[in-house]
């Protein structure tokens, strides 16, 4: 069946460091790769997608790589603020995108 | 304002009781999902649609009833058949499909046993 794993529940960094965080999925060939944010008690909110063709991505302090060979996604947070202190959570996708089948997510805590 | 509402933001539930969670959208999408979150499990698939008197099964369906009858909503019933009703509800749309698909959420119903 297929199988997300974001590499650890929770990640604790300083203020200005860069965060990874790691999406590895098994038995899945994913089109694209979606990274969403969730803070406690709200819904998830949409931050990227990339597709199976690009390598990498960025948006303003956020990058995200893609590496079809390793089943992989790395996010990354550069120049990490307190105010992204949240869990992020990673989706494969399909062509057909019928549904997406999301990680556990991993719980950034960024101290100042 | 354009977006998912979910109603109410807290609901309780007595034993036995049917209770109904409420998810209205006005984005104009065609498919709607409802994903059910406990503590460590992240989100899983109750139910979704993908057109209006249409909708399919998700991973945890058992326990759980659906409806869709407007575009624009898509009510989801906790029955009394589902033991452990307690989690974190989540609905979502969809904005279209291959890089489309991205899901908007609304923010949530928690859900206690009395």
């Known amino acids: 069946s297929q199988k997300i794993e974001q590499n650890s529940e929770a990640l604790n960094i300083q203020e200005g460091k860069t965060a990874t965080l790691t999406c590895n999925y098994t038995?899945?060939?994913?089109?694209?790769l979606q990274w969403y944010r969730q803070d406690p008690g709200r819904g998830p909110v949409f931050l990227l997608l990339?597709?199976?063709?690009?390598k990498e991505k960025r948006k303003e302090r956020l990058k995200v790589t893609f590496d079809t060979t390793l089943k992989q996604s790395l996010f990354h947070i550069t120049a990490s603020q307190p105010a992204d202190s949240a869990t992020y959570l990673c989706?494969?996708?399909?062509?057909?995108?019928?549904?997406?089948?999301f990680g556990k997510g991993t719980t950034l805590s960024v101290s100042s | 304002d354009g977006g998912i509402t979910q109603s109410p933001k807290y609901l309780f539930r007595k034993e036995g009781q049917n209770v109904t969670l409420s998810c209205e959208q006005n984005?104009?999408?065609?498919?709607m999902y409802w994903y059910r979150q406990d503590p460590g499990q992240g989100l899983r698939l109750i139910y979704y649609?993908?057109?209006?008197?249409?909708?399919q099964k998700g991973d945890i369906a058992e326990g759980y009833s659906v409806s869709r009858e407007k575009k624009e909503s898509f009510p989801l019933t906790v029955t009394s058949a589902q033991k452990n009703p307690t989690a974190f509800y989540l609905c979502?749309?969809?904005?279209?499909?291959?890089?489309?698909?991205?899901?908007?959420f609304g923010a949530g119903t928690r859900l206690s046993v009395l």
């Open positions: 979502a749309s969809r904005l279209g499909t291959g890089a489309q698909n991205i899901q908007y």
């Open positions: 038995n899945y060939s994913p089109a694209y």
């Open positions: 990339i597709r199976e063709n690009e």
């Open positions: 989706a494969p996708t399909n062509q057909a995108g019928t549904a997406l089948i």
């Open positions: 984005l104009n999408h065609d498919a």
């Open positions: 649609s993908q057109i209006v008197n249409d909708f």
